[in-house]
């Protein structure tokens, strides 16, 4: 199989690790040639931050390049939009629709552009866009935002059986959030 | 089965797998998850060192007692234990010792972006360097052997990609530790001129038989190519990138002892292709060897010297082939890093800006003061740079042999911050000369009790060790003292008028100060914060006052049904740590603490 590419971008702390965490196990098991590479230190500051996951029979860089992901999976998006140019023509987008302003402008030397999600579904590219935020909170937490989106990118593994998703779920989270994280993964699914 | 293993990971495995027995390191990143990993294994005993110099020399007299050691730190770090580098190079040592060096291409979190490969032909001594995780464990256990064999400290240098990307990886058993027992030799460790001069030669013949070594050495190899029209050289992560771009196209050799460079291979290799290529980052480091030896090839004509490569550039330059994606016509404002909501470095910085102080700044998490709306540094160069170079600025402008007023006026408001991690590894001998040479100087000493930037490692302000175990804890207020400055305050960087009274006190004192900023860092997990605020819309008249601190919990947000602006709290951020409230004349924020909260 050649390689598929997913990008997972966010803000820091908006819990990115874990989403790369839990995809990096599942593919494991799935026996795939897998890498994840992230990036630690000060941009985890609330900056702008991208996970790679790779997989396939043989996976060699650990960067995905511009044009190159199948699949862009984003936590906020303002993110999606700096990101998109990254997606394959045929890629498909998985994001939340949420905005966090980034500080220029919180201060006001900058605007956050208007109808982004709009703008993004008019370049022709697939975007599959769902309030994570809310369906988080409904599972219990805001910081469950990426088993929410974790759950909406499963749809498009068909290959993948969902008793290998749980028990990803079951390897990476902690046995005092799983229940959450369960649901939260589960709505995303649903929505 | 195989593992998917960060690296850094596979790296301290592979220290576990060797038998090493002692890691003493210095967190920076992209290196310091192999310490933090390797002191899960209770066979190795692991410190944080205050500083990379003393953690070489500390992993350097474990070597010597006789058994295998450890030091790590990135790329900046060695430049700080540069000193012993150079001359361990001369005594060699007694049970293997090995290096680490983490690059950073791309400067992902550095303020440089320097080529360690330098270092090792500057000081003599071999260095390999992985690709990804599974030669990152392989590789570390056999630089124990070269180290043994050769009676040399090994350097392994990593980078960005290949420390923190996660690979497969097929683990080991432990070796059986090595026990050699200490002889005195006062010939080969005492480096005295008339020693060292007998050991130099001793190095040369070891570089000579190291070449000879790296010839011969798996971990340099060829890989085959349908097309001899090109040859590529490369090394670490940039083999992963020409072998995405090119598959097996062109014949590729593999360094991973990238010095000494396996001389006679190259040769070799360069005579079967029409066209050599070397694709390495940073620096023509291989390609420049290459000339020396008379071999035509091309390198950095073709990639740059600055940044990290990748399978694109490589594609682009060699296949004449790129991938584009959809490009949006529209503004994206960009996403700087920022301090945490609720960062305790907020309320000092705020309070530095409000006195239009010239801040000489250091390395570490509250090197974000600089960035807008705070604003409020001047200077960052390196670790403990922030203490001496406050000491020669204000030397430089005492009103004394003829300095202008207008001078002495320039020294008023200036400090230096540093971090509580910071002023331990180097900011100590920058106060001594303060205390010694006496220039009347302000030192803040931003005390958030944990080395913050690298993800929370202790040191030993902390009283605490690396895992996490009461430890010795250094009392800053009494070491300021004992260096003999009578002016040590502390102050809650949380309360704004404390921060403010103490700084402007401290300026217009008579001789120098140490102020204490000190609060740990809301990140930490035993840190308790008070329930998120709001903002009370009636009374909030959208004067932006909070917004000068910079928090990302902070917005200004139009009511459309008021037809009015006002502040808004994101309570997903809100730690309650109260700086905006202080700075609200109109007592707009409020508590959403139930009852008896």
């Not at chain 2, 030397?395 to 320039?410: I, R, V």
């Not at chain 2, 996490?468 to 800053?476: E, F």
Request: proline fraction near 5%; charge should be neutral; charged fraction near 25%.
């Amino acid at each position: 199989m050649t390689t598929k590419n997913i990008m997972i971008v966010g803000v820091g702390g908006q819990g990115s690790v874990l989403a790369s965490k839990l995809l990096g196990h599942l593919l494991t098991t799935q026996n795939f040639d897998v890498k994840v590479s992230e990036v630690h230190g000060m941009s985890q500051r609330g900056g702008s931050v991208v996970t790679y996951v790779k997989y396939g029979d043989k996976v060699y860089s650990p960067v995905v390049e511009k044009g190159e992901a199948d699949f862009i999976v984003s936590f906020e998006i303002l993110e999606t939009a700096r990101w998109l140019e990254y997606l394959k023509p045929d890629g498909q987008i998985v994001t939340s629709t949420q905005q966090i302003d980034p500080m220029p402008v919180l201060t006001g030397a900058m605007t956050y552009p208007e109808n982004l999600l709009e703008k993004i579904q008019a370049t022709g590219v697939k975007v599959d866009a769902l309030d994570c935020l809310k369906l988080a909170e409904e599972a219990g937490s805001s910081k469950a935002v990426n088993l929410v989106l974790l759950g909406r990118l499963s749809h498009y593994f068909n290959d993948i059986k969902p008793g290998a998703w749980q028990e990803a779920i079951e390897a990476c989270v902690p046995p005092k959030f799983l229940e959450l994280n369960k649901k939260a993964f589960e709505l995303g699914k649903q929505a | 089965m195989k593992q998917l293993m960060q690296g850094n990971t596979a790296a301290a495995r592979g220290l576990y797998e060797a038998g090493c027995c002692v890691a003493s390191s210095y967190p920076g990143t992209p290196s310091t998850e192999i310490t933090e990993e390797a002191a899960k294994f209770n066979e190795i005993y692991c410190e944080w060192a205050p500083n990379e110099k003393v953690a070489m020399e500390t992993a350097f007299g474990a070597a010597l007692a006789g058994r295998r050691s450890f030091c790590g730190m990135k790329h900046v770090g060695l430049n700080v234990a540069a000193d012993p580098l150079f001359t361990v190079s001369y005594t060699g040592i007694n049970a293997g010792m090995v290096i680490c060096v983490a690059d950073d291409a791309g400067m992902h979190s550095s303020q440089n972006e320097q080529d360690s490969r330098h270092y090792a032909r500057a000081a003599k001594l071999p260095m390999l360097e992985p690709s990804d995780s599974q030669e990152a464990l392989e590789f570390f256990k056999k630089a124990y052997d070269i180290s043994e064999e050769f009676d040399t400290p090994v350097i392994v240098k990593m980078c960005t990609r290949v420390a923190h990307s996660q690979s497969l990886v097929e683990i080991g058993e432990r070796e059986e530790d090595i026990d050699v027992p200490y002889e005195k030799n006062i010939a080969k460790y005492v480096m005295m001129p008339g020693n060292a001069i007998k050991r130099h030669p001793i190095v040369e013949e070891r570089m000579r038989k190291l070449r000879i070594y790296s010839d011969f050495s798996k971990m340099n190899r060829f890989d085959d190519g349908k097309s001899n029209k090109i040859g590529i050289i490369t090394s670490s992560t940039c083999y992963q990138y020409v072998k995405e771009a090119c598959g097996d196209l062109y014949p590729v050799f593999k360094i991973g002892m990238v010095w000494p460079l396996p001389d006679e291979k190259i040769k070799e290799f360069a005579k079967a292709v029409s066209r050599l290529v070397i694709v390495e980052e940073l620096d023509p480091f291989i390609e420049e060897h290459c000339k020396s030896l008379g071999i035509e090839c091309e390198g950095k004509n073709l990639f740059p010297v600055e940044g990290e490569l990748n399978q694109n550039i490589i594609a682009q330059k060699l296949l004449h082939s790129k991938t584009t994606g959809k490009k949006l016509d529209e503004k994206i404002p960009p996403r700087p890093p920022v301090m945490c909501a609720g960062c305790p470095h907020r309320g000092l910085f705020y309070t530095l800006n409000k006195n239009k102080c010239t801040v000489l700044g250091d390395i570490g998490c509250y090197t974000l003061g600089a960035v807008a709306p705070l604003s409020a540094m001047d200077m960052t160069l390196c670790m403990g740079a922030s203490v001496s170079a406050l000491h020669g600025f204000n030397k430089a402008l005492e009103n004394y042999n003829g300095g202008s007023p207008a001078d002495s006026e320039k020294i008023k408001n200036v400090v230096a911050v540093i971090g509580d991690s910071t002023f331990m590894h180097s900011g100590m001998t920058g106060l001594a000369n303060i205390a010694y040479n006496q220039s009347k100087s302000v030192v803040i000493i931003l005390d958030n009790s944990i080395t913050g930037m690298t993800g929370h490692q202790q040191n030993p302000t902390t009283g605490f060790n690396i895992k996490g175990d009461p430890a010795g804890k250094i009392n800053l207020e009494n070491l300021c003292r004992a260096m003999g400055f009578n002016r040590v305050r502390v102050v809650d960087p949380y309360n704004l008028k404390e921060c403010n009274d103490a700084l402007k006190e401290e300026l217009a004192a008579d001789e120098s100060s140490v102020i204490i900023s000190r609060r740990p860092c809301a990140l930490l997990k035993y840190v308790k914060h008070k329930p998120p605020l709001k903002v009370n819309e009636n009374k909030c008249v959208g004067c932006k006052s909070c917004m000068r601190i910079g928090c990302p919990a902070l917005s200004i947000k139009d009511n459309c049904q008021r037809g009015s602006r006002h502040a808004q709290v994101d309570s997903t951020l809100c730690v309650g740590c109260g700086v905006c409230e202080q700075l609200c004349k109109f007592d707009a924020f409020e508590s959403t603490a139930k009852e008896g909260e």
